[in-house]
T-cell receptor
Framework: DTGVSQNPRHKITKRGQNVTFRCDPISEHNRLYWYRQTLGQGPEFLTYFQNEAQLEKSRLLSDRFSAERPKGSFSTLEIQRTEQGDSAMYLC?????????????FGPGTRLLVL | RKEVEQDPGPFNVPEGATVAFNCTYSNSASQSFFWYRQDCRKEPKLLMSVYSSGNEDGRFTAQLNRASQYISLLIRDSKLSDSATYLC???????????FGTGTSLTVIP
């Protein structure tokens, strides 16, 4: 499968615990995006990387959230001291930015439940 | 004002019907436009990009009206398998954020 993959697919944790999610983009894609989606809403932008550089972060991304893409390939999103309000689907998308425009392709998401 | 606004629906239509969704965007500097489809508890999947001259892909037609800042999606001859949420997506020509609408829910009824 050469699409975007995410792990784990589901995560249940207790409030106050730390969680880490992984995203493996399509191999030739240079951009990687993280989104959060709650029920009845569209995906909300969290942050994105061009290669290994984190270029934009949303105001939604509090200091408990951190993302990395150390070698410009896979990325991790960590949430520290989770809160019940963090319960959501976390989606990763990748794209190949170029002169012909940019189209995002999404992974299956990680569904987080904070108890 | 939200960057992208859509009527959430739900739209319930019989098989074979034609249904149209509209989406408005607030930033006139928006550059790229897309429709994504999202099935329940699944990830969004690209349905089609929207080009300035309008474009068609089988039963699906997308149109862009820059003057009025809206995008439309027309589905002809609806199938049961078209039941999903349709997300309108806009990208500005500054920065690299993609802005998603809340989605429009479609159910095609036998």
């Amino acid at each position: 499968d050469t699409g975007v993959s995410q792990n784990p697919r589901h995560k249940i944790t207790k409030r106050g615990q730390n969680v880490t999610f992984r995203c493996d983009p399509i191999s030739e894609h240079n951009r990687l995006y993280w989104y959060r989606q709650t029920l009845g809403q569209g995906p909300e932008f969290l942050t994105y990387f061009q290669n290994e550089a984190q270029l934009e972060k949303s105001r939604l991304l509090s200091d408990r959230f951190s993302a990395e893409r150390p070698k410009g390939s896979f990325s991790t999103l960590e949430i520290q001291r989770t809160e019940q309000g963090d319960s959501a689907m976390y989606l990763c998308a990748s794209s190949l930015a170029g002169r012909r425009g940019e189209t995002q392709y999404f992974g299956p998401g990680t569904r987080l439940l904070v108890l | 004002r939200k960057e992208v606004e859509q009527d959430p629906g739900p739209f319930n239509v019989p098989e074979g019907a034609t249904v149209a969704f509209n989406c408005t965007y607030s930033n006139s500097a928006s550059q790229s436009f897309f429709w994504y489809r999202q099935d329940c508890r699944k990830e969004p999947k690209l349905l089609m990009s929207v080009y300035s001259s309008g474009n068609e892909d089988g039963r699906f037609t997308a149109q862009l009206n820059r003057a009025s800042q809206y995008i439309s999606l027309l589905i002809r001859d609806s199938k049961l398998s078209d039941s999903a949420t349709y997300l309108c997506v806009v990208k500005r020509n500054t920065g690299n954020q993609f802005y998603f609408g809340t989605g429009t829910s479609l159910t095609v009824i036998p």
